[in-house]
């Protein structure tokens, strides 16, 4: 009995070590993969008249910022023409922020590494000892639990975005960097709360698409096997 429930869980284990890594790869692919996502967001909020920034410039410091986030630049000393001035475009503030979101990041990354990983150990084990109709049916139910809890939370998001965004950063953020004013920080301005909230219902929408294959799939495999 004992061993019977061990195997359930580690399909379990299975199927939350691959939606995690499809979480952190469609977040990765949107970002760094969808050509033209932030000049379609720049222009969709009228984003270089807020930073009175040419698109092209504005494109330029957006490079910077991305390869900074993946660990690709080891500052963001980054200058730019602004109104006509050539500046530094980010203040004090905003690098201690993008710090830590740069953290943030790469710590995603690692654990995907980690959560492939284990899901690959978990499933060589189950498939060792014969389980594969366990694994298939753990896979199903773990991506079924995930997927509806994800639809509730979406949902109850969706009635006050501002809301729960503050909440995100104060849960995964110690300080208070993270608040910036428009009035004297260009980072709020190039990427605003809409930017956010379309970005998050895409990797929303992405995510659903790709483990809903994954519970197709799935679904399939078990019926080949019966």
């Not at 429930?5 to 469609?26: D, E, M, P, R, S």
């Not at 000049?39 to 969709?44: R, S």
């Not at 980010?90 to 830590?100: L, S, T, W």
Request: net charge positive.
């Amino acid at each position: 009995m004992l061993t019977k429930i061990f195997y359930h869980i580690l399909g379990l284990l299975v199927a939350f070590c691959l939606l995690f890594a499809v979480l952190i790869t469609v977040t990765e692919t949107l970002l760094y993969r969808v050509d033209g996502y932030f000049a379609k967001e720049y222009q969709k909020y009228a984003v270089t008249e807020r930073v009175d920034m040419r698109l092209s410039d504005l494109l330029s410091v957006t490079d910077e910022m991305m390869d900074y986030l993946k660990g690709d630049r080891e500052n963001l000393n980054v200058e730019a023409v602004i109104g006509g001035v050539q500046r530094e475009f980010f203040n004090a503030k905003e690098k201690r922020h993008m710090q830590d979101v740069r953290e943030l990041f790469l710590q995603g990354l690692a654990l995907r590494r980690g959560a492939v990983f284990v899901g690959v150990l978990a499933t060589a084990f189950l498939c060792l000892k014969k389980r594969q109709a366990v694994l298939l049916r753990m896979l199903q139910w773990g991506i079924a639990g995930v997927l509806c809890t994800m639809l509730g939370l979406g949902a109850l998001i969706s009635m006050d975005f501002t809301k729960y965004f503050t909440y995100f950063h104060l849960i995964f953020f110690d300080n208070m960097d993270w608040y910036l004013n428009p009035k004297t920080d260009l980072l709020i301005n190039i990427v605003p709360e809409g930017f956010f909230r379309d970005t998050a219902l895409r990797i929303a929408g992405m995510f659903l698409a790709v483990s809903l294959l994954f519970w197709l799939m799935a679904g399939a495999l078990r019926r080949r096997l019966k």
